[in-house]
C-alpha cells in the first residue's frame, strides 16, 4: 500500500532500558519495509543504546523519551507503589511525545502489555493507528482474580476502530483470546517474531576461526562449549545454569559454560557467581564486546556445541530461533511458546524449568551421543527456517498496518 502524498509513518515504541526478542522483532519489520513505509524509532534517553546500532544501517529516525520504566523487582508494597508510578509517568511521556511530534493517523506500533497499558493504549488510538504487540501470554499469577478486569480492559480496546493487537506467539494468541469475545478475534494477530535467512546462511558461510574468538574472550578451546544468550535475570534461569556449571566442574569433564548478555554483570551478581566456585568452567561475556554489527552476534553462536535457555517464563526467544536455524541443538524448558519451535527429541530437548538435574541429563545426552545431537540439529534448522522467515513474518505485519490504515 502507497500513500497518495507519500510514505506512511510508523513510529516504533518501548519505555524501558533493556533491549532483547521484542527489539529483533522491531528490526525485522524495519529490515522488510518498502519505500511506502517511513521507519522512526523511540525508545529511552539513558536506556541501553547498543541495539540502536542495528537499526543504524535502515536509515530508521531515533528519538528519544525523557522517562523510561526501569520494571526492577519489587520487594514490598512500597517498591510496588513507585513501580506503578514510575510506569504511568513514563507512559505520559509516550503520550505527550506522540502528542507532540506523530501525524494525525500514522501508525504508532507499541511494545506494551494491553491487560496494563490501557489507558495509554486508549489515548493513542484515538488520534493515531495503534497496534500494541504481546510477546508473552497473560501472567498467570493472580489471573482468577485479575481476570474480569484484564477482559474488560482488553475488550474496550479493541472495540476501537483504530486499535489492534499483534502476538508474537500462538500461545500469546491463545491467552489474549481466552480474555476477549470471538468477536473481535480478528483484531489479534500472529505476527511472529523470526529470522532473516539471508543473515544467517551469511553468517554460515563466513571465514569462522573458532579458536581465536574463544582465546580473545578468554574461554580455552578443546571444551564442549554451552552457550545461552539473554539477559542475566532470574527469569531467564541463571542460577540453574550456574549449578549445571558448578556440577560440571565437580565431575572434572570437558564442558564449559558461556553467559552472552547485553549488559555488564552488576557486583551482586558477580559475588553470587563467585560462591559456586566454577573458575575454569565459566564466562560471562558482554555482546558489545563481539563487535558493531547484529552479525557479530550470531557468529558468536557458532563457537557453541548447544544452546540453553532454561527460563522460567518466556513467549518464544529470538535467541532460540537464531540457535535453531544457525544448527545449535537446543535444550530449553516446557513452558509457554518454546515447545512451538522445540519438539523434545526431534527439534531439541524440553525440560521441567528450575530442573538441574533435567538440565545436566540434557547437556549430557548431547555431549555424549554425537549422532543424536547431528540429528536434531539439522532437524531443527531446518524447521526455524521454514517456519520462522522474518519475509512471511513482517509480510502479515505490513498487511495489518494497511488494513487498520483502511478500517480507520
Sequence with gaps: MSA?????????????????????????????????????LVLPRGANSDVTRFFEPYGVKIEYLDRMYAQHAAAS???????????????????????????????????????????????????????????????????TSRAPIWSWRMTFLLRQPRFQLFAANQDAVESIRSYVPEAYWDKISLTRAAINPFEIEQV????????????????????????????????????????AAQQARAAGNDLFFIWLGPEELSDADIARIAEYDVEGYFRYVVSPSLGPKRSDVLTFFRVADVFILA?????????????????????????????????NLKTGLLIKPGYTLGLTEAIEKFHLDDKFRTEVSKAGQAFALET????????????RYSRGLADA
Design 204 to 243: 554460515l558461510n563466513a571465514p569462522f576461526d573458532r579458536d581465536g574468538l574463544l582465546r580473545k574472550h578468554g574461554v580455552p578451546i578443546n571444551r564442549f562449549i554451552v552457550l545461552c544468550v539473554g539477559q542475566f535475570i532470574d527469569r531467564k534461569g541463571r542460577w540453574v545454569f550456574m549449578e
Design 77 to 143: 508494597l512500597l517498591d510496588k507503589l513507585k513501580r506503578q508510578w514510575e510506569r504511568i509517568r513514563s507512559e505520559l511521556e509516550v503520550y505527550r511525545y506522540s502528542r507532540r511530534n506523530l501525524a494525525p493517523n500514522s501508525i504508532v506500533h507499541i511494545e506494551a502489555a494491553p491487560w496494563q497499558s490501557w489507558i495509554l493504549l486508549y489515548l493513542l488510538s484515538r488520534r493515531f493507528n495503534t497496534i500494541a504487540t504481546v510477546h508473552n501470554s497473560i501472567p498467570a499469577k493472580d489471573s
Design 388 to 399: 520462522f522467515d522474518e519475509r512471511l513474518a513482517t509480510a502479515v505485519v505490513f498487511d
Design 311 to 343: 527460563s522460567y517464563l518466556e513467549g518464544l526467544p529470538i535467541s532460540i530461533i537464531e540457535a535453531l536455524a544457525l544448527g545449535l541443538p537446543v535444550i530449553s524448558t516446557n513452558i509457554n511458546a518454546i515447545p512451538e519451535a522445540v519438539t
Design 4 to 40: 497518495p502524498h507519500g510514505p506512511i509513518e510508523v513510529t516504533m515504541i518501548w519505555n524501558y532500558p533493556n533491549w532483547g526478542g521484542a527489539q529483533i522483532y522491531f528490526l525485522s519489520i524495519v529490515r522488510n519495509a518498502g519505500p511506502e513505509w517511513k521507519m522512526r
